[in-house]
């Protein structure tokens, strides 16, 4: 427990020290040149879409009013069973075109490819169901710009995005080869033509928690290994690369469901391997706003799988692990992810059952179980509410003092009931790896938009 606090004050405070050299600068100023083309690099904006006909049009509308000189959109409708696919047709006036596509990355048999009449720049490719990673890959042999952006169906951009995550691989004369930003919840937010136009928290206590989670892990822990050039995740709603790395990289894996963080890592294994001075970025600026489970089965089937993905990711390139020609990587982010964020579950859900038995069975030092306990939750409580508190002291993204009070308090409970629940459903990911389980898990889509 001294170990884990102590790993994560470090990084709390590297993050507090880097948001606040950017408290005063002005954004707008900040990104203003790059509004020009001359400045900047084109993207091709890859989207996999899935069973997504509740949320694709206000999706594909928010990424067609972005404010970045030159893109292309590239739907990839993966063998959807509901009307993904119609719905695109008929709401862009999509028809069909001959294209010849090189396949420099596997993936499954594309049925057909569609452009917007009215709206050059976006395409719709039609393909034999194979998964996210699949689709992803289809989207990238098809891609025309040398830059691409891996983003989710259900995912609502701010307008300015990509000249926020574009500026440290422009400014970096391309040694910077990936670049992310962060994810935001757009539960209870209103949104109108694909654009936030009231930020806002859902009712809904998984909701609120999740918020509580995502700022947690965006501001303070990836900007922290993101400094140290030790970022071994990128989110997959949201995130740019260099296609040519990518392709390199042999393109997205097919077979694992953690495709996201596995291209990362393959990612920095490469370049290490090779001896090359590129790096992986985090901005802290939000850049992307994505629906969150409301519902307790949904929520449990995405973390069981996010675990079993960290597994796969990890044991792939498990040469990696304390293996002093990967430096930093190998010595501080891999024992980090296996001995924390892997086994991590395993470590407490052993805590819990055992301070139960021992209750029945005796042998339990009340006075000290009681102010381990609270320790557990204040320092887990801390964490959270310090998360809240730098969104609010620098990005300012929730206007309503009442939207701030309501997660400070959330926070304070994270640890008597979410955190427990969670602990729950990651270590439910390992018992589905040694049932060698692949399902995805379904998931439900409200929609965002309104």
Excluded at 170 to 190: D, F, K
């Amino acid at each position: 427990m001294v170990l884990v606090i102590g790993f994560y004050s470090i990084i709390l405070l590297i993050s507090m020290i880097h948001l606040r050299k950017e408290y005063n600068l002005d954004t707008d100023l900040a990104y203003e040149e790059f509004s020009d083309e001359n400045f900047t690099k084109p993207v091709s904006i890859i989207v996999p879409a899935y069973n997504e006909e509740a949320g694709i049009i206000p999706s594909v509308r928010s990424l067609l009013s972005i404010d970045y000189p030159l893109f292309e959109v590239i739907v990839v409708n993966d063998g959807s069973k509901d009307d993904t696919l119609e719905k695109m047709l008929q709401h862009y006036e999509m028809k069909k075109i001959d294209r010849v596509v090189r396949q420099q990355a596997p993936s499954n048999e594309v049925l057909g490819i569609y452009q917007s009449a009215s709206l050059p720049h976006l395409f719709l490719i039609d393909k034999v169901n194979g998964g996210k990673a699949d689709a992803l890959n289809a989207g990238l042999n098809f891609s025309s710009y040398p830059y691409f952006c891996s983003l989710d169906g259900d995912s609502i951009l701010e307008r300015d995005a990509f000249r926020k995550v574009m500026k440290p691989i422009i400014q970096s004369g391309e040694e910077v080869i990936a670049s992310g930003g962060s994810i935001r919840i757009a539960n209870g937010c209103v949104i109108e033509n694909g654009n936030i136009k009231k930020i806002g928290i859902s009712s809904n206590p998984l909701a609120i928690m999740q918020i509580i989670e995502y700022l947690r892990a965006f501001l303070m822990g990836r900007i922290g290994l993101s400094r140290h050039n030790l970022l071994l995740i990128i989110s997959g709603a949201f995130g740019v690369f260099s296609k040519r790395w990518v392709l390199e990289a042999g393109g997205y894996k097919k077979n694992t469901v953690g495709e996201d963080m596995e291209l990362v890592v393959r990612l920095h294994r490469m370049i290490r391997e090779r001896g090359l001075k590129k790096k992986i970025v985090y901005i802290p600026d939000p850049v992307c706003w994505t629906e969150v489970p409301e519902e307790m089965k949904y929520l449990r089937r995405q973390r069981s799988r996010w675990h079993r993905g960290l597994f796969e990711s990890l044991w792939t390139h498990r040469k990696l692990t304390l293996n002093p020609k990967y430096g930093s990587i190998g010595f501080i982010s891999f024992p980090y992810f296996w001995i924390v964020e892997f086994l991590g579950p395993i470590v407490e859900l052993s805590g819990y059952l055992f301070m139960i038995l021992s209750l029945f069975f005796g042998g339990v030092y009340i006075e000290i179980a009681i102010l381990l306990f609270l320790l557990s939750c204040l320092y887990g409580s801390i964490f959270s509410m310090a998360s809240v508190l730098l969104e609010e002291w620098s990005l300012r993204k929730y206007p309503r003092v009442a939207d701030i009070l309501k997660l400070f308090l959330y926070s304070l409970t994270e640890s008597l009931w979410y955190r427990p629940l969670t602990v729950f459903w990651r270590f439910e990911g390992i018992i589905q790896l040694l049932k060698r389980d692949e399902s995805w898990g379904e998931m439900k889509r409200k929609g965002v938009s309104q």
